[in-house]
């Protein structure tokens, strides 16, 4: 099956430093990946769609300069959070985009602003 | 914009019974994929639903598509223990590789 890698599981950092997190198609090409928020007990939502070799697609109310995306190559994109806050502390989570349209999610990334 | 809901939000029910999720869209969608979420873990990809009326079982687990592809849902036979974790819809839009997730329901059992 499709597996999609995203590091690191856990950061623990001060406020005001940026935070990277990778996020890895290991067997496929994924020509679009995208990035999630997820608050404890609650649904997912969608921050940005990520296209390989293009600007990404940010959801409306999402700062596009608070989290930057780059999607360089057909495996490999990457949130950045700038500047982090305790705001900012969530669990986020990317997903790859297979056949069908059928994502495959990483193990998501669980970030604690201090 | 599109929105997804799902009732019920919670279901605790005791291992062997019946649990069903009913998913609901304000749009009509392409399709309706499913996702289980395990506590603490990621969504994992259960089943897609493409066509109108579609039905589909894996093993214990029933899914249909509405007529008007605007909602589905999700019926468990017999729960068991490994079945707790959070179940999410999601719906696509035609030409469009975006999903919309629904609320999600959060299953329970008591052993």
């Known amino acids: 099956g499709a597996v999609v890698s995203q590091h690191p599981s856990r950061v623990i950092c001060k406020s005001g430093t940026s935070v990277k997190i990778e996020c890895r198609s290991l067997?496929?090409?994924?020509?679009?990946m995208f990035w999630y928020r997820q608050f404890p007990k609650q649904s997912l939502m969608l921050m940005a769609t990520s296209n390989e070799g293009s600007k990404a697609t940010y959801e409306q109310g999402v700062e596009k300069d608070k989290f930057l995306i780059n999607h360089a190559s057909l495996t490999l994109s990457t949130l950045t959070v700038t500047s982090a806050h305790p705001e900012d502390s969530s669990f986020y989570i990317c997903?790859?985009?297979?056949?069908?349209?059928?994502?495959?999610f990483g193990a998501g990334t669980r970030l604690s602003v201090l | 914009g599109q929105q997804v809901m799902q009732i019920p939000q919670y279901q605790h029910v005791q291992e062997g019974e019946d649990f069903t999720t009913y998913c609901n869209s304000s749009?009509?969608?392409?399709?309706i994929q499913w996702y289980k979420q395990r506590p603490g873990g990621h969504p994992v990809f259960l089943i897609q639903?493409?066509?109108?009326?579609e039905v589909k079982k894996q093993k214990r687990l029933t899914f249909q598509f509405g007529e008007a592809k605007k909602n589905s849902s999700l019926h468990i036979t017999a729960t068991q223990t490994t079945d707790v974790g959070t179940y999410f819809c999601?719906?696509?839009?035609?030409?469009?590789?975006?999903?919309?997730f629904g609320t999600g329901t959060r299953l329970t059992i008591i052993p």
């Open positions: 639903l493409v066509k109108s009326g």
């Open positions: 997903s790859a985009s297979g056949a069908k349209n059928i994502q495959y």
């Open positions: 067997d496929f090409q994924a020509t679009t």
């Open positions: 999601a719906g696509g839009a035609t030409g469009n590789e975006k999903l919309t």
């Open positions: 749009t009509t969608l392409s399709n």
